[in-house]
């Protein structure tokens, strides 16, 4: 039996109510907020914690891949796959790839992995998919659009979810695009675009593996079927004859269109709902269509615990403005901060990786003492070279002092609030805050890691690991 072993999602912290965008321009709203990643995420560091969502309990040298989805990449000339790799400490010996340019390239990647699970190649593969994009302002599409990240591991065993068939469709139609000089996504007329583009491609591409397995929509538990909008999406599950209650949201209303993780997004949200037995018929759409017909199994309830889509849901909080959303995706030129243009050096990033991306502090064989960065001479009993390396990212800690930075801070969301996080053991981390309110900042409070981007120095990505309170939602 080969399927999904486990799943996990991540969905920004903050939101934006659409009608405060509408306020902004005069024009109509929709109903409800999109999710808007903060100013120091993208879709690696999305993906980063959908991932580690997906494998909390899971050992993670058992998974021999990791493939990456996203129409916005952070990197137009490098693999972003071998950064989320290195971030979940998985070796090198895992085969990575990127799957991008297409909508539907997070259930591309799905089904490759599926087929190398078949094949043999490989036993477990972790599929991440992760979206950031823009649209033009004062376009629906600005309404439309939001920023979350999903991830599933494919394999062989422990499988709670069986993958029973799979079919795509290949087809050319320019209806959403963007060149390699573009930002905002571009659309073509609305009408047209759902007529022979959404519409036309997922009712074939669910209505052909219906008819293969002998099936209809009565068969199905639950049909999760991505949607642009809920109106195109309300009139196509109706044509393929489900009723309101099999049909799984689109999360519209509370996330918004996010993309590549889009249809991912809403099958871990039938997940966490889903029973032994249920059977799902799953599609996406992006340049042609991919379906799928999957099977609940019992190992359903051993991977209930995740913060999946639900306690992100939960956990959140409203941007106060539409110009600070601007200013989180630099769409205004904000007064320049020379003290914080930050510097970077390949070399150093590479040096450095160890305790940079994957977050490895020292543990000194001999006192057991933990330091982080790593330190080649123990502080406690002054051993040189002779410790271990043990990871620090998923680790809960408390915040041991802080300071509020107004001379630091940058942008239109000041204070940087400096902070000193304490693990076990009497580790001490210094970092910065984020997703969290100065007023909101207490001494002992509890914290988790989160990898975040700090600054494009030497021109290339850097980041590095924050704190921020626990996102369990409610």
Same mark, same amino acid.
């Given at each position: 039996m ?5 799943? $996990?999602?991540?969905i920004p912290?903050y939101r934006?109510?659409?009608s405060?965008?509408a306020?902004?321009?005069g ?5 409800g ?18 991932? @580690?969502?997906?494998?909390? $309990?899971?050992d993670?040298?058992?998974i021999?891949?990791l493939f ?7 990197y ?6 071998t ?8 070796g090198?010996?895992?085969? *990575?790839?990127d ?6 390239a ?5 089904r490759a992995a599926l087929?190398?699970?078949k094949a043999?190649s490989?036993?477990n593969i972790?599929v991440?998919?992760?979206? /950031? ?5 004062y376009?629906m599409?600005?309404q439309?659009l939001g =920023? ?9 065993s422990?499988?709670a979810?069986e993958?029973?068939d799979?079919l795509? %469709?290949s087809?050319e139609i320019?209806d959403?695009?963007?060149t390699d000089?573009?930002?905002f996504?571009r659309?073509?007329?609305e009408?047209?675009?759902?007529m022979y583009?959404?519409?036309q491609?997922?009712?074939?591409a ?5 008819k293969?397995?002998g ?6 538990a ?5 949607g642009?909008d809920?109106r195109?999406?309300?009139a #196509?599950v109706? &044509?393929?004859?489900?009723?309101e209650n099999?049909?799984q =949201?689109?999360?519209f209303? *509370?996330?918004g269109n ?6 991912? %997004?809403? #099958?871990v949200a039938?997940?966490?709902e889903?029973?032994?037995g249920?059977s799902?018929l799953f599609?996406?759409?992006g ?5 799928f017909? %999957? ?7 051993r991977i209930k ?10 956990s959140?909080?409203?941007l106060?403005s539409?110009?600070k959303?601007?200013s @989180? &995706?630099?769409?205004v030129q904000?007064p320049?901060?020379a003290?914080l243009?930050?510097t970077?050096s390949a070399?150093?990033?590479?040096r450095t990786?160890?305790w940079v #991306?994957?977050?490895h502090?020292?543990?000194c &064989?001999k006192?057991g ?6 330190q &080649?001479? /123990?502080?406690?009993?002054?051993a040189?070279?002779d410790?271990?390396e043990?990871?620090?990212s998923r680790?809960? $800690? ?10 630091a ?8 609030i400096?902070s000193?996080v304490?693990?076990?053991g009497a580790?001490?981390?210094?970092c910065?805050?984020t ?8 001494v002992d ?8 981007r700090l ?10 690991w924050?704190c921020?309170p626990p996102?369990?939602g409610?």
């Amino acid at each position: 039996m080969i399927g999904i072993r486990s799943y $996990g999602a991540y969905i920004p912290y903050y939101r934006l109510s659409r009608s405060e965008i509408a306020k902004t321009w005069g024009g109509p709203a929709l109903p409800g907020e999109k999710a808007v990643a903060n100013q120091d995420e993208d879709s690696i560091t999305m993906a980063v914690e959908a991932a @580690f969502d997906c494998t909390r $309990g899971i050992d993670g040298a058992n998974i021999d891949g990791l493939f990456f989805a996203s129409t916005t990449s952070p990197y137009k000339e490098k693999q972003c796959s071998t950064i989320i790799a290195t971030v979940l400490d998985m070796g090198k010996e895992i085969r *990575t790839a990127d799957f991008a340019d297409c909508l539907r390239a997070g259930t591309t990647a799905l089904r490759a992995a599926l087929d190398a699970v078949k094949a043999g190649s490989a036993r477990n593969i972790l599929v991440t998919a992760a979206d /950031c994009r823009l649209a033009y302002p004062y376009s629906m599409l600005e309404q439309s659009l939001g =920023d979350a990240a999903a991830c599933f591991l494919i394999g062989d065993s422990d499988v709670a979810v069986e993958i029973e068939d799979c079919l795509s %469709l290949s087809y050319e139609i320019t209806d959403v695009w963007r060149t390699d000089e573009d930002d905002f996504v571009r659309e073509w007329e609305e009408r047209w675009v759902t007529m022979y583009g959404y519409s036309q491609n997922v009712e074939e591409a669910a209505s052909a593996i219906m008819k293969r397995n002998g099936l209809t929509a009565r068969d199905f538990a639950k049909a999760v079927i991505y949607g642009p909008d809920p109106r195109s999406h309300a009139a #196509l599950v109706r &044509r393929l004859g489900f009723e309101e209650n099999q049909v799984q =949201d689109t999360l519209f209303a *509370t996330v918004g269109n996010t993309g590549t993780p889009s249809a991912l %997004l809403m #099958l871990v949200a039938a997940l966490e709902e889903a029973k032994a037995g249920d059977s799902i018929l799953f599609a996406s759409y992006g340049d042609g269509a991919d379906a799928f017909i %999957l099977k609940v199994t019992e190992q359903i309830e051993r991977i209930k615990e995740r913060r999946g889509v639900k306690r992100h849901l939960a956990s959140k909080a409203l941007l106060s403005s539409y110009g600070k959303y601007l200013s @989180f &995706r630099n769409l205004v030129q904000l007064p320049p901060q020379a003290s914080l243009r930050g510097t970077g050096s390949a070399t150093i990033m590479w040096r450095t990786k160890n305790w940079v #991306l994957s977050c490895h502090a020292s543990k000194c &064989r001999k006192c057991g003492l933990i330091t982080y960065p790593i330190q &080649r001479v /123990c502080y406690g009993c002054q051993a040189k070279d002779d410790y271990d390396e043990i990871s620090l990212s998923r680790e809960k $800690g408390t915040l041991f002092t802080f300071s509020l930075d107004n001379l630091a801070s940058a942008g239109i969301n000041p204070p940087i609030i400096q902070s000193v996080v304490r693990f076990q053991g009497a580790t001490q981390f210094y970092c910065m805050m984020t997703d969290c309110e100065p007023n909101e900042v207490r001494v002992d409070m509890p914290v988790e890691m989160t990898l975040r981007r700090l600054h494009e120095g030497a021109n290339f990505h850097n980041y590095f690991w924050k704190c921020r309170p626990p996102r369990e939602g409610g």
